[in-house]
């Protein structure tokens, strides 16, 4: 058993007997694992608000946020392929897909596509 399992096992038993003894306060508002967010989701949230931007900005604008936007959906198809959710990256990838073309139909500046604009 390594030096950190034996501290850490001993903090756990500590942390047990000051439960039992009354001395442990009890934490209000417990997180639920419900409401935790993975990475992912965070990564995937800032990909669809960067999409909604780049549609809401100038030609030059647009093109910066959407190379950036994409850049992140590589790092994010990348990193649940390497997890093994291939799957999960297919759905993925159409969500940002669909929200590419709806944001598209939504151009403030009649500038549905620029000359230069890449996907």
Not at 51 to 62: G, M, V
Not at 72 to 80: A, G, K, P, T
Not at 102 to 107: I, P, Q, S, W
Request: proline share 1%; hydrophobic share 35%; with cysteine.
């Amino acid at each position: 058993m390594s030096l950190f399992s034996v501290i850490c096992e001993a903090k756990i038993q500590d942390w047990f007997k000051k439960k039992q003894a009354g001395e442990v306060q009890p934490v209000e508002n417990q997180v639920t694992i419900d409401q935790i967010k993975s990475s992912e989701t965070y990564l995937l949230e800032d990909i669809l608000r960067l999409i909604e931007q780049a549609y809401l900005s100038d030609c030059n604008t647009r093109e910066i946020v959407l190379h950036k936007a994409k850049e992140m959906e590589v790092q994010l198809l990348m990193s649940l392929e390497n997890e093994g959710y291939t799957l999960m990256a297919q759905m993925t990838a159409e969500t940002i897909r669909q929200h590419k073309v709806e944001n598209a139909g939504k151009d403030e500046h009649g500038l549905s596509r620029c000359d230069n604009e890449t996907e």
